[in-house]
């Protein structure tokens, strides 16, 4: 059985549903914001305690149907800002529950919905444009900034995460571990990224960041397909007996994928294949550096190699590959000198003539140069480990974000310049009403009284924590470019589907 609710009356639920769950994340929001304890069996030691937003954003679960309809959906807004940026959950739900509210009042029985829909989505691609030009790029000052403010103002980890940063340079890339204590610290190593991932889900051992992630792991590099199981059974026969670990990049049978995954599941082998990555001649030369870089003999269709004779001794090493959905890294154990095979690569980037080629060519030297910043994250208690985990992660996101697209002035005076005037039309009043909703939150959960005449230049704003007030990126109060647009467009989204709904129909409850 279903019930149906039409009109004003599912959407009264609606509001409702995205009142309570806004206003449990919107209280978290900026330097000022507070925390929210959550209980739940997910959780270590039932219970947790954060300032995230998309962490208390998925705790929440009401009782009603309708109301829990509008919960799931704003979910949707913050779960693809942190996916998409590290950073910016909370502003993603500020403004889609501004956007609900200031479109069910401007939305009259009278007024053309879906025109003004329409018009709503166009004019918010414009402020991303507008933000966008006034991106700037980020120094290594600013650098830690950015981490700090993401890791909800916590310096040391702000530190922490800039110094990372700095010794594995902009073509680096940094993760975050738990760490075995108490204290928090990096660790900077060469390794690789492979932009393939896992080619079956059931290679998993990390459920949490559904990442299969193998220490101490010897790796098979080949183009030419593994039709069948028998023909690498002089590699798996020693990596079973012994125990050991087996990373395969070479394009593989369903039949092959599937033998493995099952023996990963029923057996606990630890294997994982991903295939390939690229195309054609630059597939080849990507696997060619791989191989290279791991101290592994390449097997190639082009140059004839017979899988059957390939011995333990062919595969490479490395001390830690951590492989995810759509992207893998492979951490050397820096035993391998590639600076000839970057030498002379730099010499083949200097001959080149298109600007395809030569991206290409710095693409790899990248690859073999570029560091990997491994962040520990420690702490007295599971429940200290695990809140600090989630902010340094999203903090470590939001710096690769500001490092791939740039830097705006931060609290929410980014998107408060960005309102596109005093535009008359119904649109237009609800998107600029909404831009302004992020830096209102910032300045209620502060204490501090709105001063229009203080936001009349572009950039200039107060610091939350020292209570002055100027150019807010030479205060150091900064947010990712990709973080703001994120928000911005998540939210948009998710709020032209709830103006839009006219019926709701869920499950009857007795």
């Not at 530190?159 to 738990?178: C, L, M, Q, S």
């Not at 039949?255 to 080849?284: D, E, W």
């Not at 550096?289 to 791991?294: G, M, N, Q, T």
């Amino acid at each position: 059985m279903k019930d149906l609710h039409f009109n004003d009356e599912g959407r009264i639920k609606l509001i409702r549903g995205i009142t309570q769950l806004s206003n449990a994340v919107k209280s978290t929001l900026g330097p000022s914001g507070h925390t929210v304890l959550i209980e739940s069996p997910e959780h270590t030691a039932g219970i947790t305690v954060t300032k995230d937003g998309v962490t208390v954003a998925r705790s929440v679960e009401l009782i009603d149907p309708v109301e829990n309809l509008a919960v799931q959906i704003m979910k949707q807004a913050a779960s693809r800002t942190a996916t998409e940026a590290g950073d910016g959950t909370t502003t993603s739900i500020v403004l889609a529950e501004a956007l609900v509210r200031e479109g069910i009042k401007q939305l009259t029985p009278d007024v053309n919905k879906t025109e003004v829909l329409r018009e709503l989505r166009l004019l918010s691609e414009e402020v991303v444009k507008g933000l966008e030009a006034k991106s700037k790029k980020v120094t290594s000052r600013q650098l830690r900034s950015v981490a700090t403010i993401s890791a909800n103002n916590d310096r040391e980890v702000g530190k922490i995460i800039a110094d990372a940063y700095g010794e594995v340079g902009k073509d680096g890339i940094v993760t975050v571990e738990r760490s075995e204590g108490s204290q928090t610290y990096y660790k900077a190593t060469h390794g690789i990224k492979v932009d393939r991932g896992y080619s079956s889900n059931m290679f998993i051992n990390d459920q949490r960041r559904d990442e299969c992630i193998l220490s101490d792991c010897d790796i098979l590099v080949s183009d030419a397909e593994i039709n069948n199981i028998l023909s690498i059974e002089n590699i798996l026969a020693p990596i079973i007996r012994e125990g050991g670990r087996l990373l395969i990049i070479a394009p593989c049978s369903g039949g092959v994928i599937n033998t493995l995954a099952a023996n990963v599941i029923k057996r606990g082998l630890k294997v994982c294949v991903i295939p390939p990555p690229s195309f054609g001649y630059k597939q080849h030369e990507l696997m060619s550096d791989i191989a290279l870089a791991v101290g592994a003999t390449y097997f190639s269709e082009k140059t004839g190699d017979d899988m059957s004779h390939m011995e333990p001794s062919d595969l490479g090493h490395a001390e830690r590959v951590i492989i995810g959905q759509s992207e893998s890294i492979i951490i050397k154990d820096g035993n391998i000198d590639v600076l000839p095979r970057v030498e002379q690569l730099w010499e083949a980037h200097a001959a080149a003539t298109k600007r395809g080629d030569r991206d290409f060519i710095m693409s790899r030297i990248a690859s073999l140069t570029g560091g990997i910043g491994v962040i520990y994250v420690g702490g007295h208690t599971d429940l200290e480990q695990k809140e600090l985990f989630d902010r340094v992660d999203d903090a470590v996101c939001a710096v690769r974000s500001a490092l791939i697209e740039g830097i705006l002035p931060g609290s929410g005076v980014a998107l408060y310049h960005a309102s596109l005037g005093d535009g008359n039309s119904i649109a237009n009043k609800i998107l600029n009403k909404a831009l302004a909703s992020p830096l209102l939150q910032i300045l209620l959960n502060a204490g501090i009284e709105m001063r229009a005449d203080r936001y009349d230049r572009f950039g200039y704003g107060v610091d939350i924590k020292t209570g002055d007030w100027g150019e807010l990126l030479k205060l150091g109060v900064i947010d990712p470019t990709r973080v703001t647009k994120s928000a911005l467009q998540n939210a948009v989204s998710v709020a032209i589907t709830i103006l839009s709904t006219n019926a709701i129909i869920t499950m009857a409850r007795a």
